[in-house]
């Protein structure tokens, strides 16, 4: 048996509805048409259709009637004169889709307009957060005076999905602030609103069950909620028993989506303010980061060092330095730290500071690696990690002595052969008693070392076989007299041997 639904409630659904084209929409068509029945003999007409819909065939030649997709032809089977439709049928056709393009084209514009208008953008006022308690409540009032009613309230959904808070009301006690948020379930009207329809409670005492949250003889509610996301339900309450007209149902959701424009756009306030903080803070870090790089070349006889770092992200984990120690060498490193981009930034800028201080200290590299391994253990919980090769060259003899960590890629370049001098090693902080191990090898004049901060791996594409360091030997061939500088502008000009979001190389050439 079904359930008769009583005179005193009322579920409103909203139906949506299109507006399809006409006739008269598109200027000079109906001119066109007139002149077409004058010229043929046949009657052109259009034919409303959902901007969605393609064109339809035409009809079969003995009809009156003979559709061509919007374009309907027909004539007077007693007019003498007309033109055969086998003659004007291309001709209807072409106009036919001409209408259809312009139809098309009305509706992307349509799109984007509203698109441009979403697009504008929001105002931010120094004492927005002081006015929009009340903002809320004045669109309380206006709707529940537009549709007659003499209090309204507006509770959202809190996260779990399970409870109603109020968060603004038009005359209500400010203590209902205070009370604990409603249950949803068991919340029949509001449960039915958050579905998509509006109930309307014309005499609450008949409907007990239904729990409206105050207590008053007629109430109206409607959903609030997003384009695809509920968020509460919108009362309104009324002082005796009465109707609510349809209009006035509608009036009401229009309320609600107002509401739901005021609550979105404090939203997007409030994640465009930190937005904001957030991109000035990382534009700090970013101006603080490249101020660290040495960008003035050392000043020592015989020799040429240049650095570089490229990257999609301004903000990143790469990092190199050089410095000419107390004792007259030349110190150069370059490495890159593991983590987020904020994590890894300061985990480099770490490590720099820590070898700036031991610098000024006389040390060998193997010494130096293991300072910096144990500050950033000490400094750290255990989740930073970095790579770093450690190089100190002896300008006399050119003697290299180094020491690495993690996965950093060192290369020997001389005009005869390019090659590995270091293997990956345990990484910075990640164990306080790792040991790492010193190298020696010697930089004739005319040779190169390369220094990448991270392990190169790629391969030619055109030579799957040709390996890493006969790519850097393939490209060092054409600049082999060529300054530091150009060494590294080339090898960053040839795009398959630094791939990733951060590319960084140092170079350090002993003069021929």
Same mark, same amino acid.
């Given at each position: 048996?079904?359930?008769?639904i009583?005179?005193?409630l009322?579920?409103?659904?909203?139906?949506s509805a299109?507006?399809?084209?006409?006739?008269?929409?598109v200027?000079?068509?109906?001119?066109?048409?007139?002149?077409?029945h004058r010229?043929?003999g046949?009657?052109?007409s259009?034919?409303?259709?959902?901007?969605e819909?393609?064109w339809?065939g035409?009809?079969?030649p003995?009809?009156?009637?003979?559709?061509?997709g919007?374009?309907?032809?027909?004539r007077?089977e007693q007019?003498e004169? /007309?033109?055969?439709?086998?003659?004007?049928?291309p001709?209807?056709?072409?106009?036919?889709?001409?209408v259809e393009?312009?139809? *098309?084209?009305?509706?992307v514009?349509?799109?984007?307009e509203?698109?441009?208008?979403a697009?504008i953008?929001?105002?931010?006022?120094s004492?927005?957060?002081?006015?929009f308690?009340?903002?809320l409540?004045?669109?309380?009032?206006?709707?529940?005076?537009?549709?007659?009613?003499?209090?309204? /309230?507006?509770?959202?959904?809190?996260?779990a999905t399970?409870?109603?808070?109020l *968060?603004?009301?038009?005359?209500?006690p400010y203590?209902?602030?205070l009370?604990l948020?409603?249950?949803?379930?068991?919340?029949v /009207?509001?449960?039915?609103?958050?579905?998509?329809?509006?109930?309307?409670?014309?005499?609450t005492?008949?409907l007990?069950?239904?729990?409206t949250?105050?207590n008053?003889?007629?109430?109206?509610?409607?959903?609030?909620?997003?384009?695809?996301?509920p968020?509460g339900?919108?009362w309104?309450?009324a002082d005796?028993?009465?109707?609510?007209?349809?209009q006035?149902?509608?009036?009401a959701?229009?309320?609600?989506g107002?509401?739901?424009s005021?609550?979105? *756009?404090?939203t997007?306030i409030?994640?465009?303010?930190r937005?904001?903080?957030?991109?000035?803070?990382l534009q700090?870090l970013?101006?603080?980061?490249?101020e660290? *790089?040495p960008?003035?070349?050392?000043?020592v006889?015989?020799w040429?060092v240049a650095?570089?770092s490229?990257?999609?992200?301004?903000?990143g984990g790469?990092y190199y330095d050089?410095?000419?120690?107390?004792d007259?060498?030349l110190?150069v490193?370059?490495?890159h730290?593991?983590g987020?981009r904020?994590?890894a930034?300061?985990?480099?800028?770490?490590?720099?500071?820590?070898?700036?201080?031991?610098?000024v200290?006389?040390?060998?590299?193997?010494?130096m690696v293991?300072?910096?391994?144990?500050?950033?253990?000490t400094?750290?919980t255990?989740?930073r990690?970095?790579?770093l090769?450690?190089?100190?060259?002896?300008?006399?003899s050119?003697?290299?002595?180094?020491?690495?960590a993690g996965?950093?890629?060192s290369?020997?370049?001389?005009?005869l052969?390019?090659?590995t001098?270091?293997?990956?090693?345990?990484?910075?902080?990640a164990?306080?008693?790792?040991?790492?191990?010193?190298?020696t090898?010697?930089?004739?004049a005319?040779?190169s070392?390369l220094?990448?901060?991270?392990?190169?791996?790629?391969?030619?594409t055109?030579?799957?076989?040709?390996?890493?360091e006969d790519?850097?030997?393939?490209?060092?061939?054409s600049?082999?007299r /060529?300054?530091?500088?150009?060494?590294?502008?080339?090898?960053f000009e040839?795009?398959?041997?630094?791939?990733?979001?951060?590319r960084?190389?140092v170079?350090a050439?002993?003069l021929?």
């Open positions: 048996m079904t359930k008769k009583p005179d005193y009322r579920l409103h659904r909203e139906d299109g507006n399809p084209p006409d006739q008269s929409d200027r000079g068509l109906d001119a066109l048409c007139r002149s077409f010229a043929t046949w009657q052109l259009y034919q409303p259709a959902d901007v819909h393609g339809g035409c009809g079969s003995g009809s009156a009637e003979r559709e061509t919007r374009v309907v032809l027909s007077n007019a004169g /007309a033109v055969a439709y086998e003659d004007i049928q001709l209807a056709t072409a106009i036919g889709s001409l393009e312009i139809h *098309r084209t009305r509706h514009v349509w799109q984007r509203a698109e441009l208008a697009g953008p929001v105002a931010i006022r004492d927005e957060d002081q006015h308690a009340a903002r409540e004045a669109v309380l009032r206006g709707g529940a005076e537009a549709i007659g009613c003499q209090a309204a /309230a507006l509770y959202l959904l809190d996260d399970s409870h109603l808070k *968060r603004a009301c038009w005359r209500l203590s209902r602030f009370e948020p409603r249950p949803l379930r068991g919340a /009207a509001d449960l039915e609103a958050l579905v998509g329809h509006a109930v309307a409670l014309e005499d005492s008949l007990p069950h239904w729990r949250p105050e008053f003889p007629a109430a109206l509610c409607v959903p609030v909620s997003s384009a695809a996301t968020l339900t919108l309104f309450f005796r028993a009465r109707e609510f007209s349809s006035q149902t509608h009036l959701e229009l309320v609600a107002r509401l739901v005021d609550l979105e *756009r404090e997007l409030r994640e465009s303010l937005g904001r903080q957030a991109d000035r803070t700090v970013s101006n603080w980061q490249r660290q *790089r960008y003035i070349p050392p000043l006889e015989g040429q650095g570089r490229e990257g999609t992200e301004e903000l790469d050089w410095c000419v120690l107390p007259g060498r110190a490193a370059a490495g730290a593991e987020t904020v994590e930034a300061l985990t480099a800028a770490t490590v720099q500071i820590a070898m700036k201080a031991h610098a200290y006389r040390h060998e590299p193997r010494q293991s300072r910096l391994n144990e500050a950033l253990w400094h750290s255990g989740h990690f970095a790579s090769f450690y190089g100190v060259i002896d300008p006399e050119g003697s290299v002595q180094f020491a690495s996965s950093v890629q290369l020997s370049c001389s005009p052969q390019v090659r001098v270091n293997e990956e090693q345990p990484m910075l902080g164990d306080p008693d790792s040991r790492f191990h010193q190298k090898f010697v930089l004739e005319g040779d070392l220094i990448f901060s991270r392990c190169q791996t790629v391969r030619s055109n030579s799957p076989s040709q390996s890493f790519s850097v030997a393939h490209v060092l061939q600049c082999e /060529a300054t530091a500088e150009e060494q590294l502008q080339a090898i040839n795009q398959p041997l630094l791939r990733g979001p951060e960084t190389a170079v050439r002993r021929s």
